[in-house]
């Protein structure tokens, strides 16, 4: 693994020519890029440095802290309460006939794991400004890193969910999990896909509009509602039910609910559609992060 | 010889003044107009429709040309704004340049400041694995090197404690320790060794000194003159973004210093490159002998009167001068205020301040003046390089002073031999 940062070549024995052509040189910096010279083998060299900013970001965030990477456990879990109180039972919101606790945590749990994944990229270039200013690397490497430090808090609270999911089961309650979970870490890869390429959208325009900011940090919670997270796409008046699906998340919310407690809808051709769209906002937005990373640093 | 950095036609521009507010119509709208073939509508009257004379902007850079070669240690000079920094960090590829081309042969790392990405919460060990990651190296280069970059730090009981703790003398010395011992072909080095204590950043020049003998290229941006000459052989002067002169490092340094003398010729009465507010303002300063004429030459150990008249008085005005020598460092400060126990005044000449200085101990060479009027707290005036002056070689107390750009001052001395 010994990967030089850039590939470069043994030192040239004598220029043979003034006039040199391209490929001798390992880099050359010109004014503007071409929209698809992605880089992306770049970040590959830099893995490295992913690793330690996902290391750094979970060792940091909880040092001086009582009770230290407990926070992971106890935010989803008092969320579900807070929402088995008063969605289950204040306002009685049907869950399709599973047990509210199971139904509210899974629902947060998938969720959770999306929201944190946009609402971190969506400030990559605002929030790390000082440490691009200072040096080169690629840039993705921080939205990539975001997106797997966020896999591992939400390994952490997967833990959990199938605690309590064994607990109720073996309590008797109505949960089915079936072969669909299989599809867990496809339907997290959509989840992941969706939220780096609207965060990252959202990270090259705030460079320009920090209006955006503003928009993403309550955007988010009204996303949640337009996704079946507190209610199954199934209490939903059917006039309104594609309505909801075209919402790219709802599929997906549906799916993981349906593979591990056995009840929701999951339709192929939804899933095929979020598919499209999650390669669809990727493209778009590493077109659009690529294009804006070069010259960022005289806008922001 | 190899060329391993070529820039050519290199250009840069900065779009000056507040960005935002109506800012996505505006672009929506300039967007549609171009769309349709019409000219930016947001274009004043009478500018041509090319970036380089849109509203406020500068040419950060402009037409920058040059090569640089394998094991060349070049050091980029020039007044603040001159466009090094901009010209470092294209390179360094932070940001992109309006217009040219740059091309690099090999690795190239840049520290344009020390202690990049490092976190407070994180420990020495693990801030030197991050921060060796963000500067470009593998996990076994920095395990390779760990030992090393500790050491050279000289911190190795502290280095598993987070660094918020450390004091600001240790958090440099481990932030340069890890840049120091980066291993790219190409090193850009911005102004940070103005950090740390003396001892280190000797330690630092050292570190770069070897860099360079190892056949490495360094761009090495910096104001002190001293440690641009003892480092670089070769050097690229930029003046308002444009290439001056690149040529050895003497020269370069020379024609840098030049057009700030150039400045210092101009009548001080016309000068613009001055601040303050202006109520009172330096009109004339002039190097008096001790009969009160000019001072045909300067030799060590003379008596000069340093002379300044002002427009105006004001009360509490008060005068102060610093001499700098060549390198930029600053040698002694003067200040009318707070007054001492041989100060006078003198009626007849309500506008001038004269200091008498009985013997001017500076070695030969050639200083600057800076001065600032001051009065109830508020800067009047401030002009740098006010004054230009060479002190010759000449007897002081019959010993021959030589010049010797090491040191600026000396001190009226006798020595007893061994007999």
């Known amino acids: ?300 | 010889m190899t060329i391993v950095i070529s820039v050519e036609n290199l250009s840069k521009f900065y779009q000056l003044g507040q960005i935002g507010g109506g800012r996505l119509y505006q672009d929506l709208n300039r967007w549609w107009a171009r769309r349709r073939g019409q000219p930016d509508p947001y274009l004043k009257i009478g500018q041509e429709d090319t970036s380089a004379t849109k509203g406020e902007a500068i040419w950060a850079l402009k037409e920058v040309s040059f090569t640089v070669q394998q094991g060349e240690v070049l050091g980029i000079i020039g007044r603040n704004g001159a466009g090094k920094s901009t010209l470092l960090k294209i390179l360094a590829r932070v940001t992109a340049p309006t217009d040219g081309l740059v091309r690099l042969k090999g690795r190239v790392a840049s520290l344009l400041e020390v202690g990049t990405g490092f976190h407070p919460d994180l420990t020495g060990r693990e801030n030197v694995y991050l921060n060796g990651a963000i500067l470009g190296m593998n996990r076994q280069e920095v395990e390779r090197k760990f030992d090393e970059i500790v050491a050279f730090a000289e911190l190795d009981q502290f280095i598993d404690t987070p660094v918020k703790r450390y004091s600001s003398g240790l958090y440099v010395r481990l932030a340069f320790a890890v840049a120091a011992h980066l291993e790219p072909e190409i090193l850009l080095v911005d102004e940070v060794l103005a950090v740390g204590d003396v001892a280190f950043q000797k330690k630092c020049l050292g570190k770069m000194g070897d860099v360079a003998g190892e056949g490495r290229t360094v761009l090495f941006v910096s104001h002190n003159m001293g440690a641009v000459r003892s480092l670089c052989k070769d050097g690229v002067f930029l003046h308002e973004g444009r290439l001056k002169t690149k040529a050895d490092i003497a020269d370069t340094v020379a024609a840098y210093l030049n057009t700030i003398e150039v400045n210092g010729q101009a009548s001080i009465f016309d000068r613009t490159d001055r601040s303050g507010q202006g109520t009172v303002r330096l009109t004339q300063m002039q190097l008096l002998d001790k009969d009160g004429g000019p001072m045909q030459s300067i030799h060590p150990g003379d008596k000069v009167n340093f002379v300044f008249d002002v427009d105006g008085t004001v009360p509490t005005l008060g005068c102060r001068f610093t001499i700098y020598n060549s390198l930029g460092q600053s040698i002694a400060a003067f200040r009318s205020d707070p007054k001492g126990l041989e100060d006078a005044s003198d009626p007849e000449r309500p506008c001038r301040f004269v200091c008498q200085v009985d013997h001017l101990y500076l070695i030969p060479g050639k200083y600057r003046i800076n001065v600032m009027l001051k009065a109830l707290g508020i800067v009047q005036d401030q002009i740098e390089g006010a004054y230009y002056f060479e002190v010759l070689e000449g007897n002081l107390d019959g010993r021959f002073i030589k010049q010797n750009t090491a040191v600026s001052t000396i001190f009226p001395h006798r020595w007893i031999t061994p007999g």
Not at chain 1, 14 to 37: F, G, N, Q
Not at chain 1, 96 to 108: A, E, I, K, N, R
């Open chain 1, 1 to 300: 693994m010994s990967t030089p940062i850039l590939n470069h070549k043994q030192d040239n024995p004598a220029p043979r020519d003034p006039s040199w052509s391209d490929d001798e040189w390992t880099l050359i910096i010109r004014p503007k890029r071409s929209w698809l010279d992605l880089r992306l083998k770049e970040l590959w060299h830099y893995r490295d440095l992913v690793v330690l900013f996902v290391r750094r970001d979970f060792v940091a965030v909880y040092k001086q802290t009582i009770l230290g990477p407990l926070w992971y456990l106890i935010q989803p879990v008092l969320t579900t309460i807070v929402f088995t109180v008063i969605f289950g039972k204040i306002a009685a919101l049907p869950t399709d006939g599973l047990p509210p606790f199971l139904f509210y945590l899974s629902g947060t749990l998938i969720w959770s794991y999306f929201a944190d994944c946009l609402n971190k990229t969506s400030v990559t270039f605002i929030a790390n400004a000082h440490l691009f200013g200072k040096v080169y690397f690629p840039r993705l490497a921080v939205p990539v890193s975001i997106l797997i430090s966020n896999l591992v808090t939400f390994g952490i609270q997967y833990i959990l969910f199938l605690g309590f999911l064994v607990y109720f089961w073996l309590t008797g309650a109505e949960v089915r999990p079936n072969l669909w979970v299989l599809l867990t870490p496809y339907l997290l890869l959509l989840m992941a896909g969706i939220g780096l390429g609207v965060g990252i959208i959202v990270s090259s325009l705030t460079t320009r509009y920090r209006d955006l900011r503003f928009l993403i940090s309550f955007g988010v919670t009204l996303w949640m509602y337009a996704t079946p997270i507190i209610y199954p796409v199934s209490s939903v008046p059917e006039q309104f039910q594609p309505l909801i699906m075209l919402n790219p998340l709802s599929p997906v919310v549906e799916a993981f609910r349906y593979a591990y407690l056995g009840a929701g809808t999951v339709n192929l051709m939804n899933l095929l559609y979020s598919s499209v769209f999650m390669i669809g906002v990727v493209f778009a937005g590493v077109l659009l992060f690529n294009r804006i990373e070069a010259t960022f640093m005289d806008t922001v």
